[in-house]
């Protein structure tokens, strides 16, 4: 692998992340929950488009849930 591509990547990182910094807990545990969610459904399905999506529904949904407060 170059040392441009490598570079790329970790510059490519460093945007994903930092775009996290000004959510809330709640909407960083439902992004979560989407991509992990959504990484499942299609490791599940072989690579379905119905099942990637409905996965990272069911992923933001659990991600919600797990945030919500207990009162």
Do not use: F, H, Y
């Amino acid at each position: 692998m170059s040392a441009a591509i490598k570079a790329g990547i970790v510059v490519a990182a460093m945007l994903v992340l930092g775009g996290c910094a000004g959510m809330s807990n709640r909407d960083q545990n439902i992004v979560g929950g989407a991509a992990i969610g959504g990484v499942a459904g299609a490791v599940l399905t072989g690579g379905s488009p119905l099942g990637t999506v409905g996965g990272a529904a069911v992923g933001g949904v659990i991600g919600n849930e797990v945030s919500k407060d207990r009162r």
